[in-house]
């Protein structure tokens, strides 16, 4: 598990059996995934392409990509979160592995169309060594998706203090402002890794209404999708 922070896993772990609670502890993410999942399904085909999530936890991504015919494989490094994906998927064909991007890579380079990366690049050891695997198994011409908190004033007074102390959105502890990622730093990772940027948004979330939505602002949450250009 190359890619592992032992104490970032023992967190998803303990948020196995909530996780697809829509008013539990990962409410937020129920309400942000059709936001993303729309970002994703209007820039890159699906429909019988090969998709990899990476760090899917108990699937709510991959369970959306398979719902519309994508031949989705999702690996997560949590045994906890990744049980729970399993469990739930009921009939929905979709191949859950305990693999670490970085040894995926070298198994199975540009083998997928799509690559999705949700909230899990301010949780790793090497952010940019999991931009390359992502870049790595993606098929030239592929697009990769990475959603992350931005590094900013307000990134930690709304995703951090607000969501975690004020109004308990996320357990205490989810995030370390110091990991959060600046989108000039991810754009300079894919490009290293051979990925060029395509579209940015940023992720708004109103937490009284659980209301979720794309827009221009970049500050706190923000999505991005990458093609692979060589």
Not at 15 to 38: I, K
Not at 73 to 96: C, F, W
Not at 128 to 152: I, Y
Not at 192 to 221: C, H, K, M
Request: a negative charge; glycine letters at 8%.
């Amino acid at each position: 598990m190359r890619s592992a922070d032992p104490a970032e896993l023992a967190k998803f772990n303990a948020l196995a059996e909530s996780w697809w609670d829509p008013d539990g502890p990962s409410a937020p993410l129920h309400d942000l995934n059709p936001v993303r999942f729309e970002f994703i399904a209007t820039r890159t085909d699906l429909k019988g392409r090969r998709v990899l999530d990476v760090g899917c936890g108990a699937g709510l991504l991959s369970e959306a990509l398979a719902r519309v015919g994508a031949e989705v494989t999702a690996i997560d490094l949590a045994s906890g979160p990744l049980q729970a994906a399993r469990d739930h998927a009921g009939d929905l064909e979709i191949d859950y592995r305990n693999v670490d991007a970085l040894d995926l890579a070298e198994e199975q380079p540009g083998e997928f169309r799509a690559v999705t990366c949700m909230e899990l690049l301010e949780h790793v050891t090497d952010p940019a060594a999991l931009v390359a695997a992502c870049a790595a198994l993606v098929e030239p011409g592929g697009r990769v998706f990475f959603s992350t908190l931005n590094r900013t004033a307000r990134a930690f007074g709304l995703g951090i203090f607000a969501a975690e102390y004020v109004l308990e959105l996320l357990p205490r502890g989810t995030h370390s402002y110091a990991r959060f990622i600046r989108p000039s730093e991810l754009a300079a990772a894919g490009r290293a890794a051979g990925l060029q940027p395509v579209s940015w948004r940023g992720l708004a979330y109103n937490p009284f209404s659980r209301e979720a939505a794309l827009t221009d602002d970049l500050s706190i949450n923000y999505i991005a999708c990458f093609e692979r250009w060589r």
